[in-house]
């Protein structure tokens, strides 16, 4: 794969990611029964980093979850024969909460739409919300962010990947081609 453009460097991601986490906090009235899911992979340090940004504006911890929604997907036969499950981290009661799922890009909206199915084997929620760094567009189903960092238009055939340094050499988002 080669690289098309760089869309966000680091400090752009940083700063996305700030003003994501104090719309969470404004939407939301607050932070009492509010809670972070990050869906596996990207989506765990962006939920991380959210969640530090909280910390830093208003004093308080935000609960950070993980999600793994490997088994949930209605494409999993295309991706892989035997897929790798990590498994999911959630360790708080999420009955009648809020809870915002956070992932690295809203694409087809098949991944959100699995994570929906993941959340509800753990409860019913009061509220689910969702947070994206990247909504590229080509969206399959009626699935729309609550939380976006950035709308980049894409071709189908392009790929956008999203690399935090917890999980990669850097962090940066790029437009990639085959």
């Not at 899911?37 to 911890?61: C, D, H, L, T, W």
């Not at 009648?96 to 690295?104: R, S, Y």
């Not at 959100?112 to 947070?131: N, S, T, V, Y």
């Amino acid at each position: 794969m080669n690289q098309k453009s760089m869309i966000m460097e680091k400090v752009d991601i940083e700063r996305t990611l700030k003003r994501i986490a104090h719309e969470i906090i404004e939407r939301n009235n607050g932070l009492d029964d509010l809670y972070l899911v990050g869906i596996r992979s990207r989506g765990v340090p962006m939920a991380e980093k959210i969640s530090k940004y909280v910390k830093e504006f208003e004093n308080y911890e935000l609960p950070v979850g993980i999600l793994d929604i490997s088994l949930y997907r209605d494409d999993l036969s295309l991706i892989a024969e035997k897929p790798i499950v990590k498994g999911s981290e959630i360790n708080f009661n999420i009955k009648d909460k809020k809870v915002v799922l956070v992932d690295d890009v809203l694409y087809t909206g098949r991944t959100i739409r699995a994570a929906i199915d993941g959340i509800l084997d753990f409860g019913r929620p009061k509220l689910i919300q969702f947070a994206v760094l990247i909504d590229r567009g080509h969206h399959e189903m009626p699935i729309k962010a609550d939380f976006v960092g950035r709308d980049v238009p894409t071709a189908s055939d392009e790929i956008v990947k999203v690399s935090f340094e917890d999980t990669d050499e850097d962090e940066a988002v790029r437009i990639m081609i085959q």
